[in-house]
Structures are given as C-alpha cells and as structure tokens.
C-alpha cells in the first residue's frame, strides 16, 4: 500500500515529489523509472539508441554508449549518468538548456539511488496507467446480451451487411459431411456414412449429424490433440537426454476423456492447475496436474539446481497464462509489459503460485477407463530389452578396472541405455506424472533431478522479483497473486491466497475458471471457433494483448463466450452453436470482395494437419487400429532417420523401435510416442507443433519436401499397397474397385473421366508390373553405429540391440497380384491429391 | 562468378515456362495467384535487396560441436605449465553445476603450438595445413556463450535463443535476403551422421514460415529424406503416377478455381521433382580434381577428416549454386578426459578440411562474397576435477571463453580480436555476448538486426532477441 502514496505525476517535465522513498529500490520505482521513460528512452532505448546508449535495462546502463557506462552502482559521483543530469561540463541531460534540467530533488534522488546500489525493481504500483481502451478489450468484463433469439448469424450476417457482403450458398452434402467429420474427428467420413447422410431427407439430417459426430470417442482424440498442441504435449522431457516421460500418456488420454465427456471447462481448467491440492486421492486430478510439467525440463550435473529450478517455474508461470488467459506473461519476466497492462511483479506475484509446486510421480491405481490391454507385453519387452543390455554390461565384470578406452566407451553407452530404459521400464507403471505442494518424501522422479527437500523441513521459499529475469539479482519480495489488470478492468477481485504451502494453485485456478474472469471464456471459445474456421474472431490465440489481433467480431466473441458459461462451459455446445450456423455451412466459392474471409462470407478451404493426413491415409487404406489409450507407440517413420545414431548426453540413444505389432503402429497419430528429440519426419514436414513452445495455431505451408515425403515416403507406399488389396478384397471388377477408391479417399463416385483416366492407368501399370517383378523383401539387418569415442577421439562401432519381438511386416509388393500393384499406383495417386488433403 | 548462378537460373525452366511446358493449363487466374502466392511469402525465391551493402552474400558456418577448447586450439595458455595439477582458484557463486564442485586443479594443455602467418599467431601445432591460411581468418577471443549446456548453448549460438523453437541463423538470412536459385533449398545444413544434440530445432524456421528451415544434406542415406522413390520403383514409373496426379489435381482445381492454394501445391511437386533432378550432381563432388580432394583432406586416411572434408566441399559447390546459408557441423570436441587423444584427433580430422575450404574459396573468388565463420557452442574450462589417478586430463564446459574465427567478404583478417586472462578461465577484452555475435554476423551480411523482424503472435521479433551491439574490430 505504501507505494500508493508515494505515487508521482509528471507533467510536461514538472515532477511532483511527495516524499524521498529511504529505500533504493522503491526509489527507482516511484521516481526513476518514470523519469527514464518520460525523459531518457525516446534516444537512448525506445526504438533507437542515440550513442548507442541503452537505458532500458540495467545491463544496458553498466555497458554504457559511446562514453562509457553509465552508472557505476554504489559511486554516482563516477557516474556518467548523475553528472549528465547534473548538466556538468559538455554533457547535459536532458539537453535543451536550463528550463530542460529535471528538478534538483529528483536528480537527488538519481544519485541516491546510485549509491544505493541502482537496484532495478520493476514493479510497477506506481506507475501510470496510460493504455488506450480499444487494446483493453480483453480484460473487460463480457457484455451479455439478454436475448434469447441471438445466435451466431446474427452476428456475422450484420457484419456482411455492414460490408455489403453477399455470403455463399450452403455447402452440398458431400461436402458438409467431410467438412464436419474432420472438424469433428480427424478423420474423413466412410462412404457408408456419406452414403446414409445424403440419403437422410429429414430436415434436422444435418443436426443429427452433428450430434453422432460429437458422440464419437474419435472426437475426443481430434479434439485432445488441439489441446495439447497449446500446452506443448510431450513424451520426453527434451535437450540433451531427452528422458522419458514414463507416465505422462496418462495426462493424454485425460485430456481426450475430458473432451469426450464434455467436461465443464472450468472443472478440465482446475483439474489442471490444481487437481492434487483439489483430492490428491483422486487419481484423475493427479493425472491432471501433469499439465503444469509439459514443458520441455531438464537437470544435468552440467546445470545449476537454482537455473533448473527457475527454468521449470518461469516455464509454468508463463505457459498457464498463455494457455487459459492468453496473456504473454513471459513479456513480464524481465521488465513490465511493455505494450500490456502487466507489470513485472504481477508475473513473479504469479510464480509465486507455483513456486510451492515440486515434482512429484506418486503411485495412483489405474482407472477402469485407462486402456491397459498392452502394459503386460510392452512390460516383458521392455524388460527384456534391459536383460540384454545389463547382459552386455556384465560382459565386462571381469575387467572393468582394466578396461581400454574404447571398451570404456562402449560401457559407458550401455550404461546410459540402461539409464534411459530405467524410465521407460515405469510407462507400465501405476505411476502420475504430477506435482505436489512442497515435497512429499519419498515420492522420486525420473533422471538426475533435483535435491527434493525434506517435508519436514520445507517452507515456502520466499519469492523476489529478479532483476531482468535474473536469479542473481533478486529484489523486492513478493507474495502469491494474480493478474492485476483483471481486478481494475474487469472488476473481479484477485482471489485470498494462501502464504503457506499448499492451497495457492486452487486459489488461482478458482480465479482462472472463474465466469467474471473475461479472459478465460473468450480465450477458449475463440480456440474452438479457430479450429474450426481457420482463424479465431482474434487473430492471436496466446496473445489477447494490445499487440494480438483484435477481434473481427467483438460482439459475436462476448456472445459466445457468455453462452459458454451459460450452458455450464460445455464445449459441445459451443460447437453445436458453431456448426449448426449458417455461416459454418456455407460453400467455398466466392466471388465478393472479403480478402482473406474477414467476414466470412465462405467457407476457407483448408489443408489438413499433419496427424488428419496420416491418419486419414491408414483409414482409407483399411490399416488404422482402432484402438486407443495406454503408452505412446512407435509408428513406422522413415527409416533412414529410424536408423540414424542420436545423441543422449555423452553418449547415444538406443535404436528408435517402432512397435512390432500393426495394431500399436497403426494407432491414430495422437497415440504415438511424442519424443522431444525426435518427431516423425513426416509430421514434422507437414508443419507438425513444436514439442517445445505452445503451439496456438497450425501453419499450413506448402514446400517441396512435403512432395518426397507423400510422393516416395516409405510408409505412404506401404498404405497405398495396403489401400489397393482392401480394394481387391471390397470390390470386384477394376471399376467397381476404382469407384471404391474415390468413394474412400473422396467421399464420393468418379466422374466419368476420372474413371477413364483411372481405368487407363490400372491398364498401362499392371502391363509394366506383369513386366517388372518388385524387388525382394528387403533383409532386417542388425543396425551398426559407429560413433565418435568422447574419451579417445577415435571411432569405434556398436552393434544396436535389435527388438526382441518380431515385426509384423507390412504388405509387400512380391504378395501382390501385377493388378493389385497397379492400384497401389493409382492409390498414391489418390493419396498425394489436393482433393485427398484439403477440406471444403 | 557472380553470373554462375545466373546462369543455372536461366538453364532451368522459369516458373512461367515450366507452367505451359507442364501442361497443367491453370490459365491465367491461377498463374497470377501462383505468383501473388510468391509474392505472398516474401519472394522466397528470388533474391532480396539486403539492407546495406556488403561483401559476403553467403554464409558458410562452421559449428564445431560439443564445445572445443580455446586453449588448447587457438588461445595458448602457457601459465598452465606452471599452474598445473595446482588446486584451481575460483571465485565461487552462490549458484554452481554440479560439475563444478569438488576438488578442481589446473590443467596445461598436452599440446605444442606453432607460429602461423604473418602476425606468428599461436595455434595447435596440430593444424598443419590450417596454419597455411591463418592470413585470411580473423581470430576473436571475446566471445562469451550464456549456458554451459549442449543443447541449450547450441541453440543460443543457432538460434538466439536458450530454449529452442526460434528461427535458426540460417533461416533469418534466407529470410533476410532470399534466395539465388529456385531449385535447391537457401538454407542448407551438413550435419554429421548423428544430429546434435537438441536435434533439428537447431536448424528450424521457429516462427518464420516454413520455406526458411534449413534442409539437412544427410551424411549418410538419402541426402534429403524421400528424394528418391523406395526400390522398385523406377523413373518412368514415377513420371506415370506423377502425370495421374497432376490430371486428377487439373479437374480438382477446376472445381475449385477460387482456392489459390492448389497451385501452389501443385508446383510443389515440380519444385520437388526438379530438386531431384538438380541436388545429385551438386551433391556430386566426385566431378571435383584429385588435387581439390586431397586439400579438403578427401580421401586420404583419416576416415573423419575425409567425411569433413566432404563437407566442406560440398559447402563450397553449394554457395557456389547459390544456396545462401551452409552450416557444417563437426562435432566430438566434448573432451573431458583424453583431452591429448580426444581433441587432438577432432584437430587433425578439420585440419585439412578448414584450409581446403579457405584455400578454395579463396582460388575461385568466392571468399569474397562468402562470410565463413568457425565457432563451437561454448569453450571449456582451464581445470578439471581430478580424474581417474590424475592420467586422463581433460576439460569441462565454460560459457565465459571460447574460440572463434571468421573469414571472407567484410570480415577484417590476418588479426586477433580481444583475449582472455592468462589462464583463459574468461574473456577480459572486446568481451561480447552471443547477441552481439549475432547482429555482427547478420551486418556482415548486409543485414540489420534491428530491421530484420518478423511479427509473430503479437510481437516484433529479431534473432538477437533484444538486440546488440555491433563488434566493430571484427569488420575491415
């Protein structure tokens, strides 16, 4: 409260000085600060540096411009920057004379602050708060509109009249349908389903379309993913040895059972940020809590425990923020928010939340919903891949204090695979990838990690603002706290947090999913509606700031947002609310003036992701596996990037296996093991989201190496025979086979000549294939790595553990008809074509 | 030699040619949103105006990876000799690595040095070829890295940034300036057969769009993954699938004449298919002299000089093709113990490599319009923790000191920028932070850091972050 009093106006150079803060680093809060901004940054920081001065950072003070640096704390006499106020000799500043010299008790308390040390605090209680209404948008409360009759037409159709925009007819049938199942479950519609949908002539087809779609558990897999492409979802923690995650595919499979069960929002948000402190005998709210550690982490004997510490709680503080309030609170970390209402303290008063959080991995049972058909042979695998290497281990028993450089070397390989596959050993384990507030004994984690203190000892660590982010330079102390800005825009009172150790995560997540919370519900909604669209009402999915895109459609946003919590932050209602607008159906032609769909007058074509495409090409060729759930699987990716040596700190990581069985390859994308380090070629090709920032939105470039991947890729060849023996098996004559390709891949029937240039081709290809007989099955040979000794310099060779299960082959070419290969020609085709990869 | 890439421009179709030539008769809606596409992404494929004028218009950098030893590379430390196995004197922090703690004693250095050049700069008596070409290279000892991690110092020096995620240096610069020859990809990295740690973030586009993440040239395999069709399936073949697709795309884009993105993708494939055609033969550095093979060390009986020097070879065909952006990577400088052993092979394994690609460079004019820069993430330290009976010395990790060197078009050669303390424990003069590093490198290159951004989710952003200051005893 102090800093309320001691707040100063300046204007137009006056400075009205209350009172000398004794303290230095309230000194550079109340009065410095504001004076650099207003006097100093024009030349020297704020979009240039005049003398190559810098003064919006302390770093940026103690380098000093062309003269030197500017401040030498502790000495204002030997400071460039007291006697440049001062107006001594050549150098004054501000220049422009007498009248431009700031007042006598201000340069004072430049020069005490000096000597104070010249702490950089930035707190911001004092500061002036100038932000122009139009970029606080976010942070005011919603208007609700009390009429029932609105719905999301309404909205969008007074923008097109406002615009004179004449929107698109609806979508066809064909098109609507495809349309809606991929929206809805990442998958293309069969041609059964397309097939009962255009025969359906009730008015509400469409609507019950809608519904059997959100019904479907393939919902909550296409949904799930969109999810955990925001919080940066991985399998492995990342950097150099990138270690399994052993439990988080528990945190997985939550999230898909949340959006299948259309969970309220607000429960999936404190589920998430608090679960543990909510029950921590509730084993779904400790899977839960797994979100808080998606980030990428790691502890080496190379890292300090402090910067390991500070990585883990700047990413979580951070990451909540971007993910349910779409505020870049990490823009705060080092200086206030310099386009946002969010000063500096606001964001360690945050950390300070988490900052009680420690890792955790407790026994939690698993729940009946949990699929664990594949624990018990993933397990006897896994176990029997560490005999093998504890087995190469003891072969050096005898000598090992004897033992030459290289053989060293070898040794020290299998003990990091062993290291590595002590971790995934626990994927089979009833284990939660969680947190705790303050340690609790005798819970471990996985890796080196962090001295976990005694509970009985553990306090709350106190919690300093860090000069520029820095953990060596900590300054005023803060207590737990929330976004500031939400309380003075909005009105809703921060939340009472706790100063002990537990309970500060649930006040926040209280305050998070709280309705009177503005960000919350606009933030999710306009996620679902860019799903959806391809674009949200706001550009910017993570950034509801000044800088993000403002909405198109402010009023609609409110609506819908006010609708959300309305029907108790159900997100199929939000779809259903969606889908069932004119607007959602509406064609892809265009020929009004609406650049860029602003108004969305259509319906914008889109590619699908990456996950849709490989997905969707293993359905149409009859390979996905249904099943779902349990540890993340191994599909087959390319094989020269399966082959090649990666690095694990100090050594090499084992052999990339992919899963022997066809079942556990074949899985939907989402179910497959999401390794930091390594990302299947093919979804990384097709703008698949980085593991290691919160992904808000897909790209969808197109460059060339998608065309190797789709056009020579291993796997899509593999598909494409697959795709062409379902055919065979499905359907007879060569027409009736082709018809059932498009009718696959397309959702509907060839044109008459599409059939001829199809027919033609199956023609010309099975002559050549009679011709040509496919080259062998090609041998699996054992995977040699010669890698570079650390020790030695020199080279030396290993031989890779090979899989103790058998792999169960795909189709290959030489169990193939000369016809059926023809098909797989014309398949890949299909595969590779516009039609297959865009949605209308 | 400025018109070689001009030359492969014109040999190859232009867009419009291979348009009608293809048959795809898009018609002129199509064609005109191809090219507003093109446009679109900043012109990708074409050249771009660079800010400022400079000498170098391409980048050959060469990451040495795992962090080699200034000190026992290209910053003698005699006081070692007289310091050694002397317990280690360190101010210690309040904060320290694991690795730091313990009983730590100075370390000398097992290696001789020699006199090279014109200046009689010291360096490992090992780089016998190297020291032929020390007059052309500037040699900077102020560079100070922030994490004495892999993966986290790998991607600072990569990419800006600790964490990863954001647009590798590669990718800023093709970015920046575009490309020079529409076939090949602008930002091209030579990896070794092991990627890096921290992987291909290191050479990703982050936030820029995809057509700026670098394209590794793999070691070993298919250079560029998929280039080739699986076996079996041979060149005419893949033409007839490749024409039934483009039939089904034409009927596909005449229903759809409004959505400009099918042509685009449509050429993707050309784009692709001509790749294929045009990366082995420059790929190809079997064409190259005997005498160029063995400068670049290529062939004689070091297996790992040979596989560098490959490399660096092939780096210099591709500048010379117009790829704008070249990163070799040579890793194996991780040495914490068997430093005699371990380092002393990673030297005499770039040895020739480094002076082939200098010499050649230099004899074909493309030195001067190439900026070539040789750094490891961080460098290491003058002590170690004592280590199996004192026998086996070797180094660990330090951000404060590491060795560099740059060469070619603007960079001020044949000198020594800043130094170290006499144990090389940090660097005292012309001291720079990596951002500084980074706006230099981008100035040598025409650009400016402070104008090179890109606005992403709401902010400008810049490779150097925050931005930095230009190190000007590095530019001539």
């Known amino acids: 409260m102090a800093t309320v009093l001691f707040r100063i106006a300046i204007c137009s150079g006056l400075v009205i000085w209350p009172a000398l803060a004794e303290d230095a680093s309230a000194l550079f809060r109340d009065a410095i600060q504001p004076v650099l901004k207003q006097q100093c940054l024009g030349c020297h920081g704020d979009g240039q540096t005049l003398a190559k001065l810098d003064l919006r950072t302390r770093e940026g003070m103690l380098r000093g411009g062309e003269r030197g640096a500017s401040i030498v704390p502790g000495d204002s006499a030997r400071s460039l920057l007291f006697q440049a106020v001062q107006g001594a000799d050549v150098l004054q500043m501000p220049p422009g004379g007498k009248e431009k010299r700031l007042p006598e008790d201000l340069i004072a308390a430049i020069g005490k602050w000096i000597d104070g040390g010249a702490p950089w605090s930035e707190a911001a209680a004092g500061r002036k708060w100038d932000y122009k209404e139009e970029d606080l948008w976010a942070f005011r409360p919603l208007k609700r509109p009390h009429d029932p009759a609105l719905n999301v037409d309404h909205f969008i159709d007074e923008k097109l009249r406002q615009h004179g925009l004449k929107p698109a007819p609806r979508a066809a049938g064909p098109t609507l349908i495809r349309r809606a199942t991929i929206d809805l479950t990442g998958l293309p519609p069969t041609p059964e389903e397309v097939e009962a949908f255009l025969k359906d002539t009730s008015p509400d087809a469409y609507p019950k379309l809608i519904e059997r779609l959100l019904a479907s558990p393939r919902y909550g897999e296409r949904w799930g993913r969109h999810w955990l492409d925001v919080v940066r979802y991985a399998d492995t923690g990342g950097y150099s040895n990138d270690f399994e995650r052993p439990n988080a595919w528990r945190y997985r499979d939550y999230v898909i059972r949340s959006f299948n069960a259309d969970k309220p929002y607000d429960q ?546 030489t169990d193939a008809k000369p016809e059926t290969r023809a098909f797989a020609d014309l398949a890949l085709a299909l595969l590779n074509s516009n039609e297959f990869v865009y949605v209308y | 030699m400025r018109n070689r890439y001009a030359k492969m421009a014109i040999a190859s179709p232009s867009r419009r040619e291979f348009l009608f030539h293809s048959g795809m008769g898009l018609g002129t809606v199509a064609l005109s949103a191809l090219l507003a596409q093109d446009e679109a992404r900043g012109g990708v494929s074409q050249p771009k105006a660079p800010h400022h004028r400079a000498k170098a218009r391409h980048c050959i950098f060469l990451l040495m990876e795992g962090g080699p030893s200034h000190i026992d590379t290209i910053d003698p430390k005699p006081k070692l000799e007289t310091l050694h196995m002397t317990k280690f004197q360190k101010e210690r922090t309040k904060f320290e690595a694991n690795m730091n703690t313990g009983e730590r004693y100075y370390v000398r250095s097992p290696f001789r040095f020699r006199r090279a050049g014109k200046l009689g700069i010291e360096i490992n008596d090992l780089f016998e070829s190297f020291a032929g070409v020390v007059d052309d290279v500037c040699f900077y000892r102020g560079l100070q890295a922030e994490s004495v991690n892999h993966p986290t110092a790998l991607y600072h020096l990569n990419c800006g940034n600790q964490f990863g995620g954001d647009p590798a240096m590669g990718a800023w610069v093709s970015y920046g300036l575009g490309t020079e020859n529409q076939n090949l990809p602008s930002f091209i990295v030579l990896p070794d057969v092991a990627y890096p740690q921290g992987g291909s973030a290191n050479w990703g586009n982050g936030f820029l769009p995809a057509h700026y993440q670098g394209t590794p040239l793999r070691a070993e395999g298919a250079p560029i993954l998929d280039m080739a069709p699986p076996p079996g399936v041979g060149a005419a073949r893949q033409q007839v699938n490749l024409d039934l697709l483009n039939q089904l795309n034409r009927r596909h884009s005449a229903r759809h004449p409004y959505h400009e993105e099918l042509a685009a993708r449509i050429e993707s494939y050309e784009l692709a298919f001509r790749m294929q055609a045009e990366m082995p033969g420059v790929a190809d550095i079997e064409k190259e002299s005997d005498e160029t093979k063995r400068m670049y060390g290529i062939g004689g009986p070091d297996k790992d000089a040979d596989a560098i020097g490959r490399r660096c070879l092939l780096a210099r065909k591709l500048v010379e093709s117009g790829v704008r952006f070249v990163q070799v990577i040579a890793g194996g400088w991780d040495s914490h113990d068997y430093i005699d052993k371990a380092h002393g092979a990673r030297i005499r394994a770039v040895d020739k490599p480094l002076a082939g690609l200098m010499k050649d460079l230099k004899r074909t004019g493309l030195l001067e319009e190439t900026l070539v820069v040789w750094a490891g993430e961080f460098g290491r330290s003058p002590d170690n923790g004592i280590r199996r009976g004192g026998e086996v010395w070797g180094r660990d990790h330090n951000a404060a000191a590491m060795p560099v060197w740059l060469a070619g078009g603007g960079v001020k050669s044949g000198q020594i920028v800043g130094a170290t303390d006499e144990v090389g424990l940090k660097a005292t003069e012309a001291a720079h932070p990596i951002r500084d590093f980074h706006v230099t490198l981008l100035h040598l290159l025409g650009l400016d850091d402070s104008k090179l951004r890109y606005f992403h989710a709401g902010r400008e952003k810049q490779f150097s972050q925050t931005g930095g200051e230009l190190i000007r005893e590095l530019l001539a």
């Open chain 1, 268 to 813: 999936f948000v404190r589920e998430q940020i608090a679960g543990d402190e909510m029950d921590a005998n509730n084993a779904e709210y400790l899977i839960a809590v797994g979100f808080l550690r998606a980030g990428p982490w790691e502890h080496t004997g190379m890292s300090v425990e402090a910067v390991t510490r500070q990585m883990f709680l700047d990413d979580v503080t951070h990451n909540t923020a971007a993910v349910f309030l779409g505020l870049t609170l990490g823009c705060a970390r080092c200086h206030d928010h310099k386009f946002d209402p969010i000063p500096t303290r606001d964001y360690y008063r945050m950390q300070a939340v988490f900052s009680t959080t420690e890792f955790a991995r407790p026994k939690v049972p698993f729940l009946k919903r949990e699929n664990t058909s594949d624990l018990e042979a993933g397990l006897a695998r896994m176990r029997e891949i560490e005999r093998r290497t504890q087995a190469r281990i003891h072969s050096f028993d005898d000598r090992v204090k004897h033992l030459a450089p290289d053989e060293l070397e070898e040794l020290k390989l299998y003990r990091k695979h062993m290291q590595l596959d002590k971790e995934s050993l626990d994927r089979y384990q009833p284990k939660a990838f969680s947190v705790s507030s303050g340690p609790v004994d005798g819970f471990t984690d996985g890796g080196p990690n962090l001295k976990l203190p005694e509970r009985a000892k553990y306090t709350a660590p106190e919690v300093r603002i860090l000069a520029n982010g820095d953990i060596h330079s900590p300054g005023e102390r803060v207590e737990p706290g929330v976004v500031s800005a939400v309380a003075r825009y909005a009105g809703l009172q921060p939340p009472r947090i706790e100063s002990g150790i537990a309970g500060r995560r649930k006040a926040l997540a209280g305050w998070i999913a709280n309705p009177a919370n503005p960000l919350t519900a606009r933030v999710m909604v306009n996620r679902v509606w860019q799903y959806h669209f391809g674009k949200g009402i706001a550009a910017d999915a993570n950034n509801f700031g000044k800088m993000g895109g403002k909405p198109t459609h402010p009023e609609l946003l409110d609506w819908l947002a006010a609708y959300f919590t309305d029907h108790g932050w159900s997100v199929k209602a939000v779809h259903r609310a969606i889908m069932l607008s004119k607007a959602y159906q509406r064609g892809t032609r265009h020929r009004e003036n609406d650049p860029g769909n602003a108004w969305l007058s259509y319906y914008a074509p889109r590619r699908v992701e990456a996950e849709v495409l490989r997905d969707s090409i293993l359905a149409v060729a009859g390979e996905l596996s249904p099943e779902g759930g349990g540890p993340g699987t191994f599909p087959q990716i390319n094989e020269d990037v399966a082959r090649q040596p990666r690095h694990a700190m100090g050594s090499v990581q084992p052999a990339y296996r992919p899963s022997p069985l066809k079942r556990l390859r074949n899985r939907r994308t989402i179910y497959t093991f999401q390794q930091r380090s390594l990302v299947d070629p093919m979804i990384e090709v097709f703008n698949g989201p980085s593991l290691d920032m919160s992904c808000e939105r897909r790209e969808a470039s197109t460059v060339a190496t998608q065309a190797f991947a789709l056009f020579n890729g291993k796997f899509v060849h593999d598909m494409a025979l697959a795709f062409a023996a379902r055919l065979e098996r499905e359907a007879g004559s060569r027409k009736g086979r082709v018809e059932r390709a498009f009718r696959l891949a397309y959702g509907r029937a060839p044109d008459a000549e599409e059939m001829r240039l199809a027919l033609a081709h199956i023609e010309k290809l099975t002559r050549e294939h009679l011709t040509t007989p496919p080259p062998p099955k090609p041998e699996r040979k054992p995977l040699v790595h010669e890698i570079t000794s650390e020790l030695t310099g020199e080279n030396f060779r290993f031989t890779q553990q090979e899989d103790p299960v058998e792999y169960e082959e795909n189709l290959h070419a």
